[in-house]
Each structure stands twice: as C-alpha cells, then as structure tokens.
C-alpha cells in the first residue's frame, strides 16, 4: 500500500490527543513507516507532566478518557451526546465526575450559577475557570457554527489548574441540541440535565519521531508536521503528517547534495518547543510546516494558502514555494485557487521563527470542518495534497539548486504589492528585501539602535490561569497583539524598541501603542 495513504488513513481512524496513549501509538506508527522508507529513525520522549515551562509553555497534564455523557433529564428524558457518538462529546481534558441539577445560561457575571448546571458558549478554560470561581456544578459546552458538528477546544490542564479550579466535569452538545436547550429554557421553569465524565489525569509520554535523510553537520531544512489531534482529524493534521511520508518518498530518490534534510512529526506546539530546545543540535537552514494541507476546495470554501515568513526573516523558500504553488496549481488540469497571507503564530512553523530560524507555511484555509468531528476523510481532496506535497518537493530541489530569477521575481511581487497599500512601509520592506534577499530596491530606511535581545517564548500562549486570564485581558483589546509580541522578539535580534516599532507598523499596521509597550513590559523577558 501507498506508505503516504496508509498514514493517511491510519492516523484519521485514531484519536492521537495530546497526552494520551492514542498519541504514543500514532508515534509508533509514523515511526515503523519512516523506518521502513529508509530514513535515519529516532523517537524523541519528553513529558506532559504538568509543570515544565519550556519556551514560555507549561506542559500539560496527560489525560485519559473513558466515558462520557450529557442528558436532559426535565422536562422529559433525552440522551443529548454521549462518548460512544464521538469522543468530543466531553470537552478534550474535562477532569472527570458528575453532576446533576438546573440549567442556566449564565449571567455576565455568572451570579446566577451556584449549584447549577450551565450552558455556555465560553472559551472552555474560562467556562471551567469561571464555573469554578461561582460554585457551579458542571459545564455544557457548545460553539455555533454552520455545520452541526462538535468542535475540538480542550482544556490542556497543568498541575496549577488541578490546584486552582474545582474539578467539575465539561461536557460538549452540537449546535442543534444547544439551540433545543434554549428553547426548552425559553418556556419551562425547570430544564434539568445529569451530566457525567469518567476521566483521569497523569505523568505521559511526549514523542517526537524525527528522522533524517542526509543529514549536515553544515546546514538542514526542517520539514514538521503536528500528528496530534482528536479523531478523525484528516486534514487537520493527518494530511500534513502524510505529507511529510509524501515528500520523503519523493526526495529519498534524489536527495538534496548541499544541505540534509530532517522530518519532524510532533505534538503541536509543545513537542516542537522540546525539541528545539533539548534536542536540536544540527543547524538549520529553514523550516516548511505541513499543517491542513488536504481540504476541499469545494466542500470546505478552501485555498491552498502560503503562510509566509515575518519581514526580518524573509528566505529563499518563500519565494520557491510560493513560485511552485502558482505553477502547479494553474496547470489546466488543476486549476485550484492559491492565495498568501503574512506572518501568524497558528502552528508549528512559530517556536521555529521566535528562534530566528525561517519558517512558512503552506495551509488549506478556510475549512469548514476546521476542528470538528466532522474532519473527515471525504472532506479532503487527493489533488490538493498532491499538489502542496510536490511544491515543497520542488521547493527544496530549487533551494538546492538556487534560481536567483524566482527570487528576485517573488521580491519585485511583494514590494509591489506593499508600495499599493503603504508606500511608506514598503520603504522599510525594501530594506529587510536587500538584507535578506540580497535584491537592490531604492531605500533610505536602516536601524538606528542597537539589539537588544528578548528570551523567544511563545507569547501569550502560555494556560497557566493567572498568567491565561490576564494575555486575555491584553488580547481582547488589541487582536493581533500575539503576533505583535512575538515579532517583537524576532527583531529584537537586529534593532532596538524605536526601530522595532517604526517596523511594526509597516508590516502589520496601526496598533494600540501604550497597550503594546504594556505588554512587552509584563509578558516579555530580555535574554
């Protein structure tokens, strides 16, 4: 069988969260078939205990799920989602018990919930933090959206939260039975439910299963992709995943000659801090993250979209990947749409470039079955994971090989682009585009101050619950503030705070200032 589909399909029929014995064994199969394509296999195991901090993350609790339901019980009995239907029937990390009692859709200050049983729409951790803080007894979660599905928001709890937050069971109802619950409210004085989670919290495994094709003691592309997820999760990540197998066979039979290549399947996010930092003693050149790289076109409203690397880190890749993208994809027999979007923090390309290492990322969005139980396989398309999967293929044989014409074409493209919208901006572009791309664009614009390095941490990522609630205060004011930190720490490497916020505003436009400098001040650490 196809070593790519078998993954594919392997990886969409379990449940790989993080934290769970589900995950060891999907490790366990990505690494027997990388083995078997004749890389150079090695597992990685570090610990969801948690505790450790590592780049700014507190690693999780491990967590295991036995069983799980919700019913209404008044004013008559109704079986309303069940862990035999789907496994996001419990919210993914819910600690484990039962509760039974009245439903109340919270007040804005949830003073009506003591004792109760509530329904919400809230981020689950502030559900849980807030239920906790009110003396409720348990949570119905749900999330509107436009296909009646569950959606996947876990908890991924640490040790303080065990300490912190009483531990009541969350439990999860699809859009149509959240709606059916409002209507029974609307018109009964008593709506009752007995909810009920059978869960546990402990010590587990964390692996990364890397594995190499020629590797260099000079220079490495670092291709990832997060294996985790909560089943079916086919595009969201077991394409990605697959991906890497796909890419793998294909450069197996003819491998770069000046820099080796590494494969790196990891828990998203956490495995790739650990990584980093314990574990990657080889240089690297550049980071391709495959993450949703399969979703229909036409299912899913979907584009083939390259997630490009932030102005300080501007590489080579951006320029061949998204070259590779447009020739494939507007070959006739294809035709799909591709389209390209700046710098964002969403996945595992991120702790690469707070490290100063590029890192892009080639993703199929928007997905209507975006973190749902509905993520499965016939939502997916064979021709777009073909046609990503080639395009880095391509892109690494282009990088080995360099096209200074693809280069210099892709620049000319995206100045252009920048001198439409801000052509004052595009002056600062002009100078990371000479810097980093070695192209000659006209501009005045250079650093006037020295570095002063940040610590590179993910910011505002960390769940530790005061640390949680307090990046969410900051985040509801200004949206993209995460992005804002986390270039701040990448250009810290090159200027000082004058010049990284004359940067700033260039590439990513107005912002709250003071807001800005408040939160350096509170979430960021000089090294």
């Given at each position: 069988m196809d070593p790519a589909k078998k993954i594919w399909g392997l990886l969409s029929s379990m449940d790989r969260l993080q934290g769970t014995t589900g995950l060891i064994e999907a490790s366990r199969i990505i690494a027997q078939e990388a083995d078997d394509l004749g890389l150079d296999v090695v597992t990685h195991e570090y610990q969801y205990d948690g505790n450790e901090t590592v780049m700014g993350l507190t690693m999780p609790l491990g967590w295991e799920l036995t069983g799980g339901f919700c019913e209404l019980t008044s004013p008559h009995r109704e079986l309303l989602s069940s862990f035999e239907e789907h496994t996001l029937a419990v919210v993914p990390y819910s600690p484990g018990g039962?509760?039974?009692?009245?439903?109340?859709?919270?007040?804005?200050?949830?003073?009506?919930?003591?004792?109760?049983?509530?329904?919400?729409?809230?981020?689950?951790?502030?559900?849980?933090?807030?239920?906790?803080?009110?003396?409720?007894?348990?949570?119905?979660?749900?999330?509107?959206?436009?296909?009646?599905?569950?959606?996947?928001?876990?908890?991924?709890?640490?040790?303080?939260?065990?300490?912190?937050?009483?531990?009541?069971?969350?439990?999860?109802?699809?859009?149509?039975?959240?709606?059916?619950?409002?209507?029974?409210?609307?018109?009964?004085?008593?709506?009752?439910?007995?909810?009920?989670?059978?869960?546990?919290?402990?010590?587990?495994?964390?692996?990364?299963?890397?594995?190499?094709?020629?590797?260099?003691?000079?220079?490495?592309?670092?291709?990832?992709?997060?294996?985790?997820?909560?089943?079916?999760?086919?595009?969201?990540?077991?394409?990605?995943?697959?991906?890497?197998?796909?890419?793998?066979?294909?450069?197996?039979?003819?491998?770069?000659?000046?820099?080796?290549?590494?494969?790196?399947?990891?828990?998203?996010?956490?495995?790739?801090?650990?990584?980093?930092?314990?574990?990657?003693?080889?240089?690297?050149?550049?980071?391709?993250n495959l993450d949703m790289i399969s979703a229909s076109q036409l299912l899913s409203n979907s584009a083939i979209n390259l997630n490009h690397n932030p102005w300080p880190l501007l590489h080579s890749t951006d320029a061949y990947l998204w070259f590779h993208l447009q020739d494939l994809a507007n070959h006739p027999s294809k035709l799909l749409k591709v389209t390209e979007q700046g710098y964002g923090l969403g996945s595992d390309h991120a702790p690469f470039t707070l490290k100063g290492i590029p890192g892009i990322m080639p993703i199929t969005w928007p997905d209507r079955f975006y973190h749902s139980s509905g993520d499965y396989l016939d939502k997916t398309d064979w021709n777009v994971f073909e046609l990503i999967t080639e395009a880095v293929v391509r892109t690494i044989n282009t990088l080995d090989n360099p096209e200074e014409n693809i280069v210099r074409g892709w620049a000319h493209h995206f100045y252009g682009t920048e001198v439409a919208k801000n052509p004052q901006g595009a002056q600062i572009l002009a100078y990371f585009l000479n810097s980093r791309l070695n192209t000659d664009f006209e501009t005045t614009w250079l650093p006037s101050e020295a570095a002063s390095p940040f610590k590179p941490i993910m910011p505002l990522q960390n769940r530790q619950m005061s640390y949680f609630l307090q990046a969410r205060t900051f985040k509801e004011k200004q949206n993209n503030l995460d992005v804002l930190l986390a270039e701040t720490i990448i250009l810290s490497q090159f200027m000082g705070m004058d010049d990284i916020e004359t940067v700033l505003k260039a590439e990513l436009g107005d912002f709250d200032l003071q807001l800005y400098q408040d939160a350096v001040s509170r979430f960021l650490e000089k090294l």
């Amino acid at each position: 069988m196809d070593p790519a589909k078998k993954i594919w399909g392997l990886l969409s029929s379990m449940d790989r969260l993080q934290g769970t014995t589900g995950l060891i064994e999907a490790s366990r199969i990505i690494a027997q078939e990388a083995d078997d394509l004749g890389l150079d296999v090695v597992t990685h195991e570090y610990q969801y205990d948690g505790n450790e901090t590592v780049m700014g993350l507190t690693m999780p609790l491990g967590w295991e799920l036995t069983g799980g339901f919700c019913e209404l019980t008044s004013p008559h009995r109704e079986l309303l989602s069940s862990f035999e239907e789907h496994t996001l029937a419990v919210v993914p990390y819910s600690p484990g018990g039962t509760a039974q009692g009245s439903l109340v859709i919270p007040l804005p200050d949830w003073s009506n919930t003591n004792g109760k049983i509530v329904l919400t729409d809230e981020e689950p951790l502030i559900a849980l933090h807030k239920a906790s803080e009110h003396g409720a007894l348990g949570v119905i979660w749900y999330q509107d959206r436009d296909v009646d599905v569950y959606t996947y928001r876990g908890l991924f709890l640490c040790e303080t939260h065990l300490r912190e937050l009483k531990m009541i069971p969350m439990v999860q109802v699809k859009p149509s039975a959240a709606r059916k619950l409002k209507r029974l409210m609307s018109s009964n004085n008593s709506v009752e439910a007995h909810l009920e989670v059978n869960s546990s919290f402990k010590v587990e495994k964390m692996p990364v299963v890397e594995a190499r094709l020629n590797a260099s003691e000079k220079a490495n592309v670092v291709l990832t992709a997060h294996y985790c997820h909560v089943g079916p999760g086919s595009d969201d990540n077991a394409s990605g995943s697959a991906g890497l197998v796909r890419v793998a066979q294909k450069l197996i039979k003819n491998p770069p000659k000046n820099f080796g290549v590494i494969f790196l399947w990891v828990p998203e996010h956490y495995g790739t801090v650990q990584w980093l930092e314990k574990d990657a003693t080889l240089p690297m050149e550049a980071n391709i993250n495959l993450d949703m790289i399969s979703a229909s076109q036409l299912l899913s409203n979907s584009a083939i979209n390259l997630n490009h690397n932030p102005w300080p880190l501007l590489h080579s890749t951006d320029a061949y990947l998204w070259f590779h993208l447009q020739d494939l994809a507007n070959h006739p027999s294809k035709l799909l749409k591709v389209t390209e979007q700046g710098y964002g923090l969403g996945s595992d390309h991120a702790p690469f470039t707070l490290k100063g290492i590029p890192g892009i990322m080639p993703i199929t969005w928007p997905d209507r079955f975006y973190h749902s139980s509905g993520d499965y396989l016939d939502k997916t398309d064979w021709n777009v994971f073909e046609l990503i999967t080639e395009a880095v293929v391509r892109t690494i044989n282009t990088l080995d090989n360099p096209e200074e014409n693809i280069v210099r074409g892709w620049a000319h493209h995206f100045y252009g682009t920048e001198v439409a919208k801000n052509p004052q901006g595009a002056q600062i572009l002009a100078y990371f585009l000479n810097s980093r791309l070695n192209t000659d664009f006209e501009t005045t614009w250079l650093p006037s101050e020295a570095a002063s390095p940040f610590k590179p941490i993910m910011p505002l990522q960390n769940r530790q619950m005061s640390y949680f609630l307090q990046a969410r205060t900051f985040k509801e004011k200004q949206n993209n503030l995460d992005v804002l930190l986390a270039e701040t720490i990448i250009l810290s490497q090159f200027m000082g705070m004058d010049d990284i916020e004359t940067v700033l505003k260039a590439e990513l436009g107005d912002f709250d200032l003071q807001l800005y400098q408040d939160a350096v001040s509170r979430f960021l650490e000089k090294l």
